[in-house]
């Protein structure tokens, strides 16, 4: 399960995720487009943590060695 599946999951769907980060539903369509990897450009990785409720691990796994 890629990171952006996880935070749809987390809210229960694309559109409330959208709403609750304060972007567009198509937002959340391209990043799961391209692999599921979350994105910094609009959304701080705390708003990610915070709306969601998940870890910064679980959402930015990348980093994750680096924390």
């Known amino acids: 399960m890629t990171p952006i ?6 809210i229960g769907s694309q559109k409330k995720l959208a709403d ?12 799961k487009r391209r692999g599921g990897e979350l994105t ?12 969601t409720g998940l870890s910064v691990k679980e ?4 980093f994750a060695k680096l924390i």
């Open 5 to 10: 599946d996880k935070a749809i999951s987390a």
């Open 20 to 31: 609750a980060l304060g972007v567009s539903p198509q937002f959340i369509n391209q990043i």
């Open 40 to 51: 910094t450009d609009k959304v701080t990785p705390e708003q990610w943590v915070k709306v």
């Open 59 to 62: 959402l930015f796994p990348q």
